[in-house]
């Protein structure tokens, strides 16, 4: 499911957002900004999202990140981590050639169950679906969009059951759509982006029984350990959701590091004898489709203006 164009907000918000990014510069220097992208639409704004990174943060890759986590050197100030969501194919396409130019690390969470195959992420499917005329009747008079937050909210055999109702009313199937493959991922990680697991299926594990929410990450990790040859050390949160069951598997498996979906900064500073969480990791959301005076905000830390303008959850 793809958020609205952050480029069309009004300009009231714009300047609040400048504003906000400049109140929030000194907090951002003491605290991790980790970006995720999803889908990239706009190459040369991506480019130029990279360059303004390099002139005023300091991009830091996973492995520095884990071993200040653990224990090890802080992280500079003003440390950026950038990642990719879902595994979309922009991630080889349009991210690689741009950060391997410049020799900035960043990380690719993949839903591995979709690796070399041509299915669409369930959330377009079913809003491709309910265009092309799809009915649940746990979905009665929702838009796209708001069937989408709908379903992914739904315990996960209910979601599983409306998208079989979709597909089975819907006048005409959804088309493929090319994923990552094998060879992606190589050149992904030969080019400096690490690839982090980010579940079998995208099944948003609080709403799981214990055996799928086993699958999707046991599921997830096999398949890229087998693909890859090595296993991988980072996990995101489908949904950006967290879930206890999902985290004591992490452990078991030796994760290092697992990230949410919560626009928050991530504060790396211990509270007495409370160090952060290394599997609880905040991201910010953006796109290359964002605008420089919302990419700084969102930089920064500052976005309360953002997450009510986005509305649905996010996938």
């Known amino acids: 499911m793809r958020e609205p164009n952050l480029t069309i907000l009004p300009r009231s918000v714009e300047r609040q957002s400048r504003q906000g990014a400049d109140r929030s510069r000194g907090r951002s220097a003491r605290r991790l900004a980790v970006l995720t992208f999803r889908e990239l639409d706009d190459p040369g704004s991506f480019r130029a999202q990279v ?25 500079p100030p003003h440390a950026v981590l950038l ?34 195959s041509e299915r669409p992420y369930w959330w377009d499917e079913a809003r491709l679906l309910i265009e092309e005329g799809g009915y649940s009747r746990r979905l009665p008079g929702r838009s796209p ?6 379903m992914a909210a739904l315990p996960d055999p209910d979601r599983r059951s409306c998208l ?10 959804v088309p493929g759509r090319a994923q990552l493959t094998a060879d992606d991922l190589r050149a992904l990680r030969d080019g400096g982006i690490v690839i982090g697991n980010h579940s079998l299926g995208h099944a948003r594990l609080d709403r799981c029984d214990d055996y799928v929410v086993r699958e999707e990450v046991v599921g997830g990790h096999r398949i890229l350990t087998e ?11 489908p949904h950006g959701v967290a879930d206890g069951r999902a985290e004591a598997l992490l452990r078991g498996y030796g994760y290092r590091s697992a990230f949410l979906g919560d626009d ?50 996010a996938v």
């Open 51 to 75: 360059e303004r990174l390099l002139r005023t943060a300091s991009p830091v890759s996973l492995t520095q990140v884990q071993d200040t986590l653990a224990g090890g050197r802080p992280l």
């Open 227 to 237: 693909l890859l040859g090595e296993e991988p050390s980072a996990f995101a949160h």
């Open 145 to 150: 969009t708001g069937a989408v937050a709908a």
């Open 83 to 116: 990642t990719f969501e879902h595994g979309h194919r922009s991630a080889a396409t349009t991210a690689l050639p741009v950060l391997a130019a410049r020799r900035v690390p960043a990380v690719a969470f993949v839903v591995a169950g979709l690796v070399g």
């Open 264 to 313: 928050q900064l991530f504060d790396l500073r211990a509270v007495g004898a409370v160090r952060p969480d290394p599997l609880r990791i905040s991201r910010l959301g953006v796109d290359s489709g964002t605008s420089r005076g919302i990419f700084d905000s969102v930089l920064a830390g500052w976005t309360p203006g953002l997450r009510r303008l986005r509305g649905a959850v």
């Open 164 to 173: 079989e109702e979709l597909r089975v009313t819907a006048r005409r199937a």
